[in-house]
Nanobody, 113 residues
Framework: QVRLVESGGGSVQAGGSLRLSCVGS????????MAWYRQPPGKERELVAS???????QYADDVKGRFTISRNNAWNRMNLQMNSLKPEDTATYFC???????WGRGTQVTVSS
């Protein structure tokens, strides 16, 4: 059974940092393209950043220069380092295998002004 489990969310003040992690199990993690999505309160889910199986990365415009996506295939783990957080980054953050459409249950990030 495939599982994706996010962790690392929390509450921070604007300008602060958080590091999210997503651990996969029941899957050959290294062959999958992965991504972080977020869903702000009352809004649609949106793509934040993606990383291919080969390590190529892409970012949404509003997180470029602030967020860094990475992966460690030996640990079946994907990370999202979030710096210079803004109140508009407040959302539930989800990890996903983009080429298999598996989702985690999410972790909440709240940024106060």
């Amino acid at each position: 059974q495939v599982r994706l489990v996010e962790s690392g969310g929390g509450s921070v003040q604007a300008g602060g940092s958080l590091r999210l992690s997503c651990v996969g199990s029941g899957m050959n993690f290294k062959i999958y393209d992965m991504a972080w999505y977020r869903q702000p309160p009352g809004k649609e889910r949106e793509l934040v950043a993606s990383i291919s199986s080969s390590g190529s990365t892409q970012y949404a415009d509003d997180v470029k220069g602030r967020f860094t996506i990475s992966r460690n295939n030996a640990w079946n783990r994907m990370n999202l380092q979030m710096n210079s957080l803004k109140p508009e980054d407040t959302a539930t953050y989800f990890c996903r295998t983009t080429n298999a459409n598996w989702w985690g249950r999410g972790t909440q990030v709240t940024v106060s002004s």
